[in-house]
C-alpha cells in the first residue's frame, strides 16, 4: 500500500462558511511530527460499529425462546456496540421478511438519523459533542472551547479521519430468525389446544361457572403456558434455524459531514434561538441514509453436546453460531465490513492474535500486517508490511460454548500465525483478513 | 389488572435453611415487586404473555407461607408423583450430575427441582435439563386471582445465584439481568417496551433513546 502524503489540505467549505460551531481535536502528544507515525492502538484501534437488529416471527415456535436468547447475545466482541433502544422488530408469517420492506422500516424510522445522534451523543435540547467519537477513534483528542467558533486545519483533519475511520464504518446488522418447524402448523395448533384440555383446569371452569370472566382468562393463561412449557421442552431435539442477515452502512462522506457541522451542528455554547432552529432542522433532515450491502444465508448445524447443558443452551448455541457464521460471510463478501485485529505477541517469525474459528480463521485463511500510520495531514493511513497463515492445530476454537463442549483449540487464547515475508512487526499492530 | 403475587421458595435444603431465613426476612411480609399478568390472554398471544408488556409492576405484599408445603399440596394426583419418581430416577443416571437430590416441584408444569451438590436446576419429565443446576435458590412466583381467592402459579421463576437475582422462564430461559435486589428486576428485563413493534410501523420517538 502506498502512503499517499498529501499537501496542504484543500480550504474546506466549512472554513468558508461563518460557522457558530466548531469543534476541533487537540493530539495531546507527538502532534508536532506527523509523517506516517505508527499509531498506537491497544483496546480502542478504530473499530467497526454495528447495531444488530432482530427480525423474529412470533406466530411460530420457539420465538419468545429465541427473542431472549438473541437479546442476551453480546455484541461481537471486534465491533464497537453501535445499537439503540430498539432491538427487536416482529415480522410477518413464517417466512423471511422481503428486504424492500426491512429497508422502507428503516428510512420511515429514520435510523441513519439516530444513529449518527448516537455519534454526537445528541442529548433531549439537541446538543452534540464528540466525546464517544474521541473515545472510540482513541484519538488521545480534547474537545477545545467551541465558543472560538473556529476550526483548526489540524481539527478538520482529526473529523474527517474520524468520519472515515468511525462513522462511515457503522453498520446496521439486521438478522431475520426463522424456525425450521418440521411439523405442520396445525398440528402444532391441535397439540396446544390438546394440552390445554387437560390442564386448563378447574380454577378456570370455576370462574367462569360462575360468571368471573377475569378470573378464568388469567387461570387458563397461566394453564396454557405450563402446556406451551412441555410441548416446547419435548419437541426441542434437532432445534434449527435459518438466518437471513442484511446488512447496512451509515451513509457518512465528505458533503454528508460538512452540511451535518455546517446546518446542523449544536453545542451548548449555541445561542437559544439558533439552537432551537438547528434542532428543528435536524429533526427533519432527510440528510442521512443507510446504503444496503446485501445479505447472507445461514442454516445451522446439527448442535453437539458434551458434558452438562440445558434446552437454554442448545438454544442459544445454535442462534450465536449461526450470527457468527453470518458476519463472517458477510465480511468475506463486503470488505468494507471486514474487522481488523490487533496483534498481541510476537515471537520470532510467529505472531498470535485474540480472532479465531469464530471469525473463521481456519488453515486455508490469510491475512495481511497492516501497519496504521499518520500521515501529513493527520488522516490515518494502513500500510500492508507481511502476510500471515494460520497454524495447525493453533487456530483458537473461540466459537460460543466451544470451550464447555471441550472442543480442540477452544482451551487456547488466541490464533498463532507464521508470518510470511520478513518484517519487523510489533504487537498492536492490525491484521485483516484477505482473499 | 392489579393482582397481589406471593413468591414461594421452591428449594429449602437444610443446609440452606440459614440463607433461606434470610430471604424470607428480607422478602416476605415486605412489598415486593413482582410480575403480574394484565390485560387479556388469549390462546394465540401465549408466548407474549413470557414479555413484560402483559405484565405489569406493582407493589404487592407478600404472605409467609411455607413454599415447600404450598409445592407439595399442588402436586396432585399420584401419576404425578410416580412421574417425579421416574425422572428422579433418569437424573440419577446422568453422569454429569453428581450428589443429585430431588427436592420438589412446582406441580402445574412438567418442570421439575433438583438439588446437585446444593446448586438448583430444573428438569423436564423426559429427564432433559431445562435449567443447569447453577442457581442457590429457585422461587416460584404465583398470582393472586381474588375472584377466586387463590393463588395461580406464573409462567416465571425468580433464581439466584451469587446473591443476584433474575427471572427465568418455565423453560429455563433467562428473562432479567441478574439484580442484586429482586426490586431491581422490573427494570432488568432484556426485552423492552421499545422491542414490541413490527415492520410496518413507525416507532415514536420515545421508544428509540
Request: charged share 25%.
Amino acid at each position: 500500500m502506498e502512503i499517499k502524503v498529501e499537501g496542504k489540505p484543500k480550504k474546506s467549505s466549512l472554513m468558508k462558511k461563518n460557522i457558530l460551531v466548531s469543534v476541533v481535536f487537540m493530539i495531546a502528544s507527538a502532534s508536532v511530527l506527523f509523517a506516517q507515525q505508527p499509531k498506537p492502538t491497544g483496546d480502542k484501534y478504530g473499530r467497526s460499529s454495528i447495531y444488530p437488529v432482530l427480525i423474529p416471527h412470533p406466530q411460530t415456535k420457539f420465538s419468545s425462546q429465541i427473542d431472549y436468547v438473541y437479546l442476551s447475545l453480546p455484541t461481537p466482541d471486534k465491533y464497537e456496540n453501535h445499537s439503540l433502544k430498539v432491538r427487536r422488530v416482529e415480522g410477518f408469517g413464517e417466512k423471511w421478511v422481503d428486504e424492500k420492506i426491512i429497508t422502507e422500516f428503516l428510512e420511515k424510522n429514520n435510523v441513519a438519523r439516530r444513529m449518527v445522534e448516537k455519534w454526537f451523543n445528541r442529548d433531549e435540547n439537541g446538543i452534540f459533542n464528540v466525546d464517544l467519537v474521541a473515545e472510540r477513534g482513541n484519538y488521545n483528542a480534547t474537545v477545545l472551547d467551541v465558543e472560538e467558533a473556529r476550526m483548526s486545519t489540524r481539527g478538520l483533519a482529526m473529523l474527517a479521519d474520524a468520519g472515515e475511520e468511525l462513522i462511515d464504518k457503522t453498520f446496521v446488522m439486521v438478522s431475520d430468525i426463522v424456525y425450521v418447524d418440521k411439523e405442520k402448523q396445525a398440528q402444532t395448533a391441535a397439540t396446544v389446544l390438546r394440552i390445554f384440555g387437560e390442564i386448563a383446569s378447574a380454577a378456570a371452569a370455576a370462574a367462569a361457572s360462575d360468571g368471573n370472566d377475569d378470573a378464568a382468562t388469567v387461570a387458563s393463561g397461566v394453564s396454557a403456558l405450563a402446556g406451551l412449557g412441555a410441548l416446547v421442552a419435548s419437541n426441542l431435539e434437532g432445534f434449527t434455524v435459518k438466518v437471513k442477515t442484511h446488512l447496512y452502512q451509515l451513509q457518512w462522506n465528505e458533503e454528508v459531514a460538512d452540511e451535518f457541522y455546517t446546518r446542523y451542528w449544536v453545542d451548548k455554547n449555541t445561542p437559544e434561538a439558533e439552537r432551537m432552529n438547528r434542532k428543528e432542522m435536524f429533526d427533519k433532515s432527510g440528510l442521512f441514509h443507510l446504503k444496503y450491502l446485501g445479505s447472507y444465508v445461514d442454516k445451522s448445524e446439527q448442535t453437539v453436546f458434551k458434558g452438562l447443558y440445558s434446552k437454554e443452551d442448545v438454544i442459544k448455541k445454535v442462534c450465536a453460531r449461526a450470527i457468527d457464521r453470518s458476519i463472517v460471510g458477510l465480511q468475506q463478501a463486503y470488505d468494507v465490513f471486514k474487522v481488523k485485529t490487533p496483534i498481541t505477541n510476537v515471537e520470532g517469525s510467529t505472531v498470535q492474535a485474540q480472532i479465531g474459528m469464530k471469525e473463521g480463521v481456519s488453515e486455508k485463511t490469510k491475512f495481511e500486517v497492516l501497519q496504521r500510520v499518520e500521515k501529513e495531514n493527520g488522516r490515518t493511513a494502513y500500510r500492508r508490511i507481511a502476510t500471515l497463515k494460520p497454524q495447525k492445530k493453533q487456530i483458537w476454537d473461540n466459537r460460543f460454548m466451544a470451550y464447555e463442549e471441550q472442543a480442540e483449540g477452544s482451551n487456547l487464547n488466541a490464533t498463532t500465525f507464521s508470518v510470511v515475508g520478513a518484517a519487523n512487526i510489533l504487537p498492536g499492530m492490525l491484521i485483516r483478513q484477505i482473499k | 389488572m392489579f393482582l397481589p403475587v406471593l413468591a414461594v421458595v421452591l428449594t429449602v435444603p437444610a443446609a440452606a435453611q440459614e440463607s433461606d431465613n434470610a430471604v424470607k426476612e428480607a422478602y416476605y411480609g415486605k412489598n415486593v415487586p413482582v410480575w403480574q399478568m394484565k390485560g387479556e390472554v388469549t390462546n394465540m398471544d401465549m408466548q407474549k404473555v413470557l414479555y413484560p408488556k402483559n405484565f405489569s409492576w406493582d407493589k404487592v405484599t407478600v404472605s409467609e407461607t411455607d413454599g415447600k408445603e404450598e409445592v407439595k399440596s399442588q402436586s396432585g394426583s399420584e401419576n404425578k408423583r410416580d412421574e417425579y419418581n421416574t425422572l428422579a430416577g433418569k437424573l440419577q443416571a446422568n453422569k454429569d450430575l453428581k450428589a443429585l437430590k430431588a427436592v420438589g416441584f412446582p406441580g402445574v408444569y412438567d418442570v421439575y427441582l433438583f438439588d446437585n451438590g446444593g446448586k438448583f436446576g430444573m428438569a423436564y419429565k423426559d429427564g432433559k435439563l431445562t435449567a443447569k443446576p447453577e442457581y442457590d435458590k429457585i422461587y416460584a412466583v404465583y398470582q393472586k386471582v381474588p375472584q377466586i381467592d387463590d393463588y395461580a402459579l406464573l409462567p416465571v421463576f425468580m433464581v439466584s445465584r451469587n446473591k443476584e437475582y433474575a427471572l427465568v422462564d418455565l423453560f429455563g430461559s433467562v428473562l432479567t439481568r441478574f439484580c442484586k435486589d429482586p426490586e431491581m428486576l422490573k427494570d432488568a428485563c432484556l426485552i423492552s417496551e421499545s422491542d414490541h413493534f413490527n415492520l410496518k410501523q413507525i416507532i415514536p420517538d420515545k421508544y428509540w433513546k
